[in-house]
């Protein structure tokens, strides 16, 4: 599968994005989706993934109550809805696909990568 994000761009401190997805090729219902990002100088990390079916997601601590991961399989998009957003948010955000099963946070678990799209919080 092939993977896009766009949605990125420039927003001030308390501000909100929604980041999309669009997968290309197999479709996104065969596939745990992530959201990661790689902040200036920092190792890719883990922000948000989710399962299949939408039943089943999971955040890392500093994203909870503020993003929330979604995906729409019959428009093979995944989507993240960001608010409240800090400068700390600032990074690349990439979209990952996992053809295994369950949830993960690990980078080496998710084979398909998007480009990466940039967000930049202002304070």
């Known amino acids: 599968v092939q993977l896009q994000a766009f949605g990125g761009g420039l927003v001030q401190a308390g501000g909100s994005l929604r980041l999309s997805c669009a997968a290309y090729g197999r479709g996104l219902s065969n596939y745990v989706m992530g959201w990661f990002r790689q902040r200036p100088g920092k190792e890719r990390e883990f922000v948000a993934a989710?399962?299949?079916?939408?039943?089943?997601?999971d955040y890392t601590d500093s994203v909870k109550g503020r993003f929330t991961i979604s995906r729409d399989n019959a428009k093979n998009t995944m989507y993240l809805q960001m608010n409240t957003l800090k400068p700390e948010d600032t990074a690349v955000y990439f979209c990952?696909?996992?053809?295994?099963?369950?949830?993960?946070?690990?980078?080496?678990?998710?084979?398909?990568w998007g480009q990466g799209t940039l967000v930049t919080v202002s304070s």
């Open positions: 989710i399962s299949r079916g939408s039943v089943n997601t």
């Open positions: 990952a696909a996992r053809g295994g099963p369950g949830l993960s946070r690990i980078v080496a678990d998710f084979g398909s």
